[in-house]
């Protein structure tokens, strides 16, 4: 039985972990009760401790303190999402306690779970119970308890591990969501799974993936300087939808681009035709194109400059922490060039590109703060499973970060509204964080799983509406749930109507959306823009 760790054993724990939490990230986001769509637990905690492990496989002979800071460190640059942002907690408060030391026993490692608990509690503004909070919190109690009878640092472990798994199991009966569902919580089964994966390391199991030994670092990005601009085959990306005009196959026009270049995707149905395809000649490729009928959106762009961009050395590119020219400044999460242009014509200083299914780490939101040249940067989430990674930002810069609490990309815009580039920064924190109440989001998308969620009976590919954060309805027929949701509008005397249509959706299709809204809420001044949002098919915003 293992007596003590070093800084070696800490390094394949986390790898370990790393490994465990990967293999098992479907099965965690399985366990997500709301089958919308979303950044899940187990991408956010994958993503997040997979930056830890990256940066420590590159970490030579580390001892135990500077192996918990390279941890820790890039665990909190890369958090995502709630659950990955306490993960990175829970291992801040297991540095912070491992600092400067060589060696580490049951005592020490019990203590230091208690430091993690402790750093993640003081993070959530209302802690509830039946989540990885209380998961954590029982298992390092017990280790404590463990600890005073065998300070062997795997009994240990393995005494935290035993609780963990007791305390997972009670999280159904915890939450009134879960029991419903009967499934455990998601973000803590991910601790237990950390949890044992570090026992088996310490027992000399390391977990690895099958596609990277231990020595071999998981990339979360292309290194583009690893090939030469020469090596671009094909200089072009042209990207185009067709609306169908005549009977003309597609599988000709397939045939035809697939002689012009490489990475040839094309997609149709009865009314439009979509195209990816790399090309020395994007006019050839569009002019056979447009035989088919006319385009409704193209793409080009030359991939030969994107590399050349990409493999700019630091001192060619912007500085990282611009210079302040003015006091105040704002960043926004959103995803579509739509919302994007919504935004920048607010007043926003720099965009990043995230929300649903791709929630943007701190370390992404860091760099557009540090781009920003403002003393103080606010910071619009626009979504609630982004809101603690923001949060983390303010440590990591010079500049003063303001997080503005929006939920929802309309409570954002709404907020901006509200924004005043001469006020203080007291005055804009309190017109922004109250202008979040006075919208209300609708929004339409797609169930990703069957269901069975507060009564209603969801399959996989239903409509989905939701009010607010609750799920209004669900439906085959998506204009079921618009005529619902117009009908809610109406009966809350509401005044103004804004819908954003999703990059899924025509045109022509948002206007009868927008038609449907206008003649249920003949009193609402009814707005349609082009927001080109991913998974939801329909943002609405109602004040």
């Known amino acids: 039985m293992k007596e003590t760790v070093g800084g070696a054993d800490l390094r394949r724990m986390i790898i370990s972990a790393a490994a465990a939490i990967e293999i098992n990230k479907q099965a965690l986001n399985e366990l997500n009760v709301f089958p919308v769509p979303d950044g899940d637990t187990g991408t956010n905690m994958s993503m997040t401790i997979n930056a830890a492990a990256s940066d420590l496989r590159k970490a030579e002979d ?13 665990m909190l640059r890369g958090a995502r999402g709630n659950s990955g942002v306490i993960l990175s907690l829970l291992f801040r408060g297991i540095s912070r306690k491992l600092k400067g030391l060589e060696y580490c026993d049951g005592v020490l490692w019990a203590a230091a779970l208690q430091e993690g608990v402790d750093a993640a509690y003081k993070a959530v503004m209302k802690p509830a119970e039946g989540t990885i909070l209380t998961v954590a919190r029982l298992a390092a109690a017990k280790a404590q308890d463990a600890a005073q009878e065998n300070n062997f640092i795997e009994f240990v472990q393995a005494a ?18 879960l029991k419903k569902a009967g499934v455990v919580d998601a973000g803590g089964k991910g601790w237990v799974t950390a949890l044992e994966a570090m026992l ?19 990339k979360e990005a292309a290194d583009f300087s690893d090939f030469n601009t020469e ?19 597609p ?17 149709d149905d009865d009314e439009i035709i979509k195209v990816h395809v790399h090309t020395n000649d ?16 193209v793409k080009i762009e030359n991939m030969r400059l994107q590399h050349t961009e990409k493999v700019m050395t630091e001192s060619e590119k912007e500085p990282k922490i611009a210079e302040p020219e003015k006091a105040l400044g ?33 370390q992404d939101i860091l760099e557009a703060v540090n781009k920003v040249p403002a003393e103080t940067v606010f910071v619009l989430p626009n979504n609630k499973n982004i809101i603690m990674a923001a949060e983390q930002v303010d440590a990591l810069t010079p500049k003063h970060v303001v997080v503005i609490p929006s939920k929802t990309v309309p409570q954002g815009v709404t907020a901006m509204l509200g924004f005043n580039p001469e006020g203080s920064v007291e005055e804009n924190t309190e017109a922004l964080t109250e202008a979040l109440g006075t919208v209300d989001t609708m929004q339409i998308t797609y169930a990703a799983r069957n269901s ?10 239903d409509y989905l509406a939701l009010y607010g954060s609750q799920l209004f309805g669900t439906s085959r027929d998506i204009k079921v749930l618009l005529k619902s949701l117009a009908e809610k509008v109406r009966d809350e005397g509401k005044e103004y109507v804004t819908i954003y249509y999703g990059e899924d959706v025509k045109e022509k299709h948002a206007q009868k959306a927008a038609d449907i809204f206008a003649d249920i809420c003949p009193n609402a001044d009814v707005n349609l823009l082009s927001g080109g949002q991913p998974v939801y098919y329909y943002l609405i915003s109602a004040e």
């Open 330 to 362: 704002v960043v926004s999460v959103c995803a579509g060039p739509g919302l994007a242009d919504v935004f920048l014509n607010l007043g926003v200083d720099q965009i990043i590109s995230g929300g649903q299914t791709m929630n943007p780490s701190t």
């Open 160 to 177: 935290a591990i035993e609780e963990a798994k007791v305390a997972l199991a009670n999280t159904v009966n915890q939450n009134p969501v």
């Open 231 to 249: 090596d671009i085959t094909f200089t072009y990306c042209t990207e185009f939808i067709i609306d169908r005009e005549n009977d003309k196959d």
């Open 282 to 297: 994007p006019g050839k490729a569009l002019s056979e194109a447009v035989t088919y009928g006319s385009f409704v959106t």
């Open 200 to 218: 088996s390391s310490m027992q000399g199991e390391d977990v690895v993936l099958e596609s990277a030994g231990e020595g071999t670092a998981v």
């Open 251 to 267: 599988e000709a026009l397939r045939a035809f681009l697939s002689q012009l270049g490489d990475s040839l995707v094309l997609v």
């Open 452 to 461: 069975d969620f507060d009564g209603y009976d969801i399959h996989e590919g």
């Open 62 to 74: 580390p001892d135990l303190g500077t192996a918990a800071k390279i941890a820790a460190s890039a």
